[in-house]
């Protein structure tokens, strides 16, 4: 089992920053990678970013190349997800997800980007 706790969203103004945290226990030890999506009123949830535990290998939704940086602590046990030049349309409950032979997810924070 892994539990996942976020943390860092909150109301913004466009253009502004916030960095939001995941801090994982449990079996850290069976994580393979860890990754931010989020769901955007009336829309499915997407990828938003994910990062390998072991290697630092990232990935990026299109929508946010350039201005997002996901990185880890591993010896915190934490995933971060900083997001800079915010947009309205990055208005979202953003969750955190743990992949090891099962998806774990957390409980999501909100994001609020006003124009």
């Known amino acids: 089992q892994v539990q996942l706790v976020e943390s860092g969203g909150g109301l913004v103004q466009a253009g502004g920053s916030l960095r939001l945290s995941c801090a994982a226990s449990?079996?850290?030890?069976?994580?393979?990678?860890m990754a931010w999506y989020r769901r955007a009123p009336g829309k499915q949830r997407e990828l938003v970013a994910e990062?390998?535990?072991?290697?630092?290998?990232?990935t990026y939704a299109d929508s946010v190349k350039g201005r997002f940086i996901i990185s880890k602590d591993n010896a915190k046990n934490t995933v971060y997800l900083q997001m800079n030049s915010l947009k309205p349309e990055d208005t979202a409950v953003y969750y955190c997800n743990a992949q090891t032979n099962y998806a774990y997810w957390g409980q999501g924070t909100q994001v609020t980007v006003s124009p």
């Open positions: 449990g079996a850290i030890f069976s994580i393979n990678f």
């Open positions: 990062i390998t535990r072991r290697g630092g290998t990232t």
